[in-house]
């Protein structure tokens, strides 16, 4: 069965630090999604993605994040300067259609110190 | 208000019948989904249900839905300990955003042998 897969499943970073975090979506999915969990809280939606735009984002999704398909199969999200509170659990996820089921990856674990 | 709302914790017995309650916000929602997270994994999509239903059986998940009282609820029979998890309510809310999926704050189910 197709599935989500992100690189890499855990990274530790220095405070002010880029980071990239990468997925691959399902082959013949249009829309992508990026979603926090920050340790013991809900999971927050960042960012969608269509038509190699953003389509939606939250208001957590500031300055600092940005992100791309770079070709045909890898979504991913930056982070240009960390910060100790962007610690947290990154999940991506895919759809077929917009309003349809997200299918999501196992997540990246990023640790901020 | 915004919250999909979920009690924090349920504790049950191998083999006895789970019940998860969740009470989500928007009426008009088209989709409404039960997710499961282990421990330290990621977000597996477990069942979905359309509003126009009221109930959904697949195997040992039966989902009801009343969208009267905007209440979902998830029922586990015969739970294995391997049901131990999160599970969270989410929806996609036809207002404020129009493909970002909104998650409560999670169940934690502790299967007791």
């Known amino acids: 069965e197709p599935e989500v897969t992100q690189t890499p499943s855990h990274q530790v970073t220095q405070m002010g630090q880029e980071v990239i975090l990468r997925c691959v979506p399902i082959?013949?999915?249009?829309?992508f999604y990026w979603y926090r969990q920050i340790l013991g809280q809900k999971v927050e939606f960042l960012v969608s993605?269509?038509?190699?735009?953003?389509?939606?984002k939250s208001e957590i999704f500031d300055d600092q994040f940005s992100v791309e398909r770079p070709d045909g199969s890898n979504f991913t999200l930056k982070i240009r300067s960390t910060k100790l509170e962007d610690s947290a659990m990154y999940f991506c996820?895919?759809?077929?259609?917009?309003?349809?089921?997200?299918?999501f990856g196992p997540g990246t674990r990023l640790l901020v110190l | 208000g915004e919250d999909v709302e979920q009690s924090l914790f349920l504790s049950v017995r191998e083999g006895d019948s789970s019940v998860i309650n969740c009470t989500y916000t928007?009426?008009?929602?088209?989709?409404l989904y039960w997710y499961k997270q282990e421990p330290g994994a990621g977000l597996q999509l477990l069942t979905y249900?359309?509003?126009?239903?009221d109930m959904k059986q697949d195997q040992r998940l039966t989902v009801l839905l009343n969208k009267k009282d905007k209440h979902l609820s998830l029922r586990i029979a015969d739970t294995q300990t391997g049901d131990s998890a999160i599970y969270f309510c989410?929806?996609?809310?036809?207002?404020?955003?129009?493909?970002?999926?909104?998650f409560g704050t999670g169940t934690k189910l502790q299967v007791i042998p």
């Open positions: 996820a895919s759809s077929e259609q917009g309003r349809e089921t997200q299918y």
């Open positions: 249900i359309f509003s126009n239903m």
């Open positions: 082959s013949n999915h249009l829309y």
């Open positions: 993605f269509y038509n190699n735009e953003i389509s939606e």
């Open positions: 989410a929806e996609i809310p036809n207002s404020g955003g129009y493909q970002k999926v909104t």
């Open positions: 928007d009426s008009s929602s088209t989709y």
